[in-house]
């Protein structure tokens, strides 16, 4: 998506729709004193723009633009810390993944590749119902559609390789054994609109 088509997204989501968007979000963080232990906790905080505390500031000024222009919720690995130590209490980690889910709906250009990461990582899981790297990866590759990307990765691959933490496999169906689950959290998901 180039930078026209991005502002238009955020400009959308500052006017009548970011507010059902973001709504839900903000009651979840409305209780935040904005004391940075969420920051302080969070193990991926170096590699964000914005911090989570920043990010949560954002999010209660309704500042859709900055948060949409932030790739900090796409840094989250929902470790959890952050929810388990935050004094409020608040359900943090289901925040950032609720901005996850808006930027994934909205297929805005920014998040493309970690939406499309987190797409294939999944796929692999339903079908063999753990990750196969290579599966994982060849999925991954083959969705970005850049005969290059592989190359830059194929360095850390060969090592990875070599040390045994990554075998060769081609993507199979394999037998969906947790596809009860899949169905029955898609269900829920149905029902709570
Ligand atoms: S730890 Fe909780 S209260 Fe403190 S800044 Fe983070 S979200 Fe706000
Ligand atoms: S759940 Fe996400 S935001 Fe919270 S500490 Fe872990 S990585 Fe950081």
């Keep these: 998506m180039n930078t ?23 009651d979840m963080v409305s209780a935040c004193i904005q004391c ?9 905080a170096f590699a964000m723009d914005k911090t989570p505390r920043q990010l ?4 209660l000024m ?11 919720f796409t840094l989250c690995s929902a470790c959890y810390y952050c929810t388990l130590r935050c004094p409020r209490g608040l359900a943090l980690t289901d925040a950032m993944s609720a901005l996850k889910q808006i930027a994934a709906r909205d297929n805005l250009g920014r ?3 970690s939406t499309l990461f987190y797409k294939k990582f999944i796929e692999s899981v339903r079908r063999h119902g753990r990750v196969r790297e290579m599966e994982f990866m060849t999925l991954y ?7 290059w990307v592989p190359f830059k ?7 990875l390789m070599q040390k045994g933490k990554v075998s060769l496999q081609l993507p199979s169906k394999g037998t969906a054994p947790l596809e009860k689950l899949f169905k029955k959290v898609a269900e829920l998901e149905m029902s709570d609109g």
């Design 153 to 159: 990765f194929a360095p850390l691959g060969m090592k």
């Design 111 to 113: 998040y493309r590749h």
């Design 62 to 72: 309704g500042d859709a633009a900055a948060i949409f222009n932030s790739k900090t």
């Design 4 to 26: 026209l088509t991005l502002e238009k997204k955020t400009t959308e989501h500052d006017t009548g729709s970011e507010t059902d968007d973001l709504a839900p979000i903000r």
């Design 56 to 59: 949560w500031r954002m999010v």
């Design 36 to 44: 940075g232990t969420c920051t302080g906790s969070c193990p991926n």
């Design 141 to 147: 590759f083959s969705a970005l559609k850049s005969p």
